[in-house]
């Protein structure tokens, strides 16, 4: 099993994990944070804090991914706070520098934009969810065990996240 082996410190095992995981906790982070910096530093912070963990014998002791996601939420979280004492998160859209914008690409980036300060209004357990759910694809259980929620709770936030996106897309965007 992987996770005995990462416990016994296999070199091997540990590689694979973050080979495995790490593409992953990078596209969730991303989604969350809008920057290929910042979610590159989330993705080494989250992988630091589980060699840390379990150098000292702990982390995690049955659901790798879980952990993993656990503490990538809880990074992302901080950061929040802390760049909410600066002033606000830089977004990156990994446009080239001087690429030509048609009208529909400007549009196209607006509504991106409409969509990620919506997002990111959200309570931060229905981020996550939606995150889950439709960015990385996985399953109501899966979520279930990464949020520590009965799969009913983990539905309930699933449907208020959607409803509230909903309504807040469907306002007229202020000039």
């Not at 920057?35 to 049955?62: C, M, N, W």
């Not at 991106?112 to 399953?139: M, T, W």
Request: hydrophobic share 40%; charged share 25%.
């Amino acid at each position: 099993m992987l996770l005995e082996r990462v416990q016994q410190w296999d070199e091997a095992a540990l590689a694979e994990v973050y080979d495995t995981y790490a593409p992953a906790i990078y596209r969730y982070a991303y989604r969350h944070l809008g920057s290929s910096d910042s979610a590159q530093e989330i993705v080494a912070d989250t992988f630091h804090r589980f060699l840390v963990a379990l150098k000292h014998g702990a982390g995690p002791e049955q659901e790798l991914s879980a952990w993993l996601y656990r503490v990538a939420h809880n990074l992302i979280t901080d950061f929040y706070r802390r760049e909410s004492i600066r002033g606000t998160v830089e977004i990156d859209e990994n446009m080239p520098s001087g690429a030509l914008q048609t009208e529909a690409t400007a549009l196209q980036r607006e509504e991106i934009g409409r969509i990620r300060e919506a997002f990111q209004k959200l309570p931060s357990l229905q981020q996550q969810v939606i995150n889950l759910r439709f960015g990385e694809e996985l399953s109501l259980e899966e979520v279930s065990r990464i949020t520590q929620k009965t799969v009913g709770a983990v539905k309930a936030l699933q449907h208020r996240a959607i409803e509230a996106l909903r309504k807040m897309l469907d306002e007229k965007p202020t000039p």
